[in-house]
């Protein structure tokens, strides 16, 4: 697709279940990241990828949230045993080099929305 | 550590007014990178600017406008002649050497939510 695809839109969790939130990069970008932006907050770095290798989960809260991109294209970031803190909407972004210092853009999805009930 | 602060949390202007949305950044670096990025409902960030360090040049797009100053560590964002499709969250942002391996992460402030008024 022409932008960053994230599905689903909305979830709804109980707590204390799994989830799994998708991204679909834009085609051939090389980086790819997570962010976690809670309700009236800016959003904040969970995880960064260049292509299938994670250089970064310095930003994952806890060790329920496990990302990974296995071929180098699309990403899931799964949330095990999900709390209420966790309601937040989860951005991806991706880009098509290394870092920003190269004057690229780092281009963000519409976000998943989780709510932790 | 990184900062950027984003002190006005809400802005409310009339159509066809100028508005300046405030941001000030904190780095130890002396290379980095400011952002600003629009999130209208729908919740997807749009870019709007990148600004490397060392370009202190005002920049102007169309009705929007950038001054970067670095001697205040401020990077201020005007809008002239507000329309109302305008209104969104914007979000200043920075990226710098020490936030990993190479500038890839962003830091962002809290966003200042602007409504435009008909």
């Known amino acids: 697709g022409a932008g960053v695809s994230q599905s689903p839109r909305y979830k709804v969790a109980k707590r204390g279940q799994d989830v799994a939130l998708r991204c679909d990069p834009i085609?051939?970008?090389?980086?790819l990241f997570w962010y976690q932006q809670a309700l009236g907050q800016g959003p904040e770095f969970l995880t960064y990828f260049q292509n299938e290798a994670q250089l970064d989960k310095s930003g994952l809260p806890s060790d329920r949230f496990f990302a990974e991109r296995p071929e180098g294209s699309v990403s899931t970031l799964k949330i095990q045993r999900t709390q209420q803190e966790d309601s937040a909407v989860y951005l991806c972004a991706s880009s098509s080099t290394w870092g920003t210092e190269s004057g690229n853009t780092i281009y963000f999805g519409e976000g998943s929305w989780l709510t932790v009930v | 550590a990184q900062k950027v602060t984003q002190a006005q949390t809400e802005i409310s202007v009339v159509e066809k007014e100028d508005v300046t949305l405030d941001c000030v950044y904190e780095?130890?670096?002396?290379?980095?990178?400011l952002f600003w990025y629009k999130q209208p409902p729908s919740g997807e960030l749009v870019f709007l600017i990148r600004r490397n360090s060392f370009d202190e040049q005002n920049e102007i797009s169309g009705r929007y406008s950038w001054n970067f100053q670095k001697s205040t560590s401020s990077f201020n964002f005007t809008i002239t002649a507000s329309q109302v499709v305008d209104s969104a969250v914007y979000f200043c942002?920075?990226?710098?050497?020490?936030?990993?391996?190479?500038?890839?992460?962003?830091?962002f402030g809290k966003g200042t939510k602007l409504s435009v008024i008909p």
């Open positions: 085609s051939g970008h090389v980086s």
């Open positions: 780095t130890r670096d002396t290379t980095y990178y």
């Open positions: 942002a920075l990226s710098d050497s020490y936030s990993g391996a190479g500038s890839y992460q962003l830091t």
